[in-house]
């Protein structure tokens, strides 16, 4: 049974009903994820209010087109560090995630130190962020951008049909 790094209380497999039905539709209502899963409304209340304080639904999130909302250039931007100062690293970390059009940040291994995923209105708000707010930062040596022509969201899912009961299984 997958059990969650975070405590020492493992994952069951009304637990990870819950996360895969989630996942599907993170909007589905308390009433019907019990429904689903054969609990009780009030069981299914405190499970997925676990589930979040535990930092296994770590949110809920709407896929917004970047286009749609005047972000239609998407880049991949490798990020490398001359010396691996962990200040530097960390303020990376806390601090370029939050920056307006930063869809992700990925603090990867190899040559690269961080892939940052943006979208920005046009190319050359995209040369400017990487300027303003990527080269410019304490640490950084090098900063490659990749323009991103298609992307695809990937539709896995976190859970496996093994680890859940039920005739959803």
Known sequence: MPKNPRDDKPLD????????????????SNAMLAREVGIAESTCLVRVRSLRERGVVRGIHADIDP?????????????????????????????????????????VSGAIDYYVHVACPSADALRDFVLDHLTNRP???????????????????MTRPEDLLGPSA
Do not use: K, N, W, Y
């Not at 497999?13 to 589905?28: K, N, S, T």
């Not at 640490?139 to 899912?157: D, K, N, P, Y």
């Open 67 to 107: 286009v749609a909302v005047g972000r239609p250039v998407e880049a991949m931007i490798a990020v490398r560090f001359g010396g691996h100062r962990r200040s530097h690293f960390e303020q990376f970390t806390e601090e370029v995630p939050a920056l307006p059009g930063v869809l992700g940040a990925f603090h």
């Open 139 to 157: 640490g950084v040596l090098h900063a490659e951008t990749s323009l991103i022509f298609e992307s695809q969201r990937g539709r896995g899912t």
């Open 13 to 28: 497999p009304i637990d990870l009903a819950l996360v895969r039905l989630l996942e599907q539709d993170g909007r589905m």
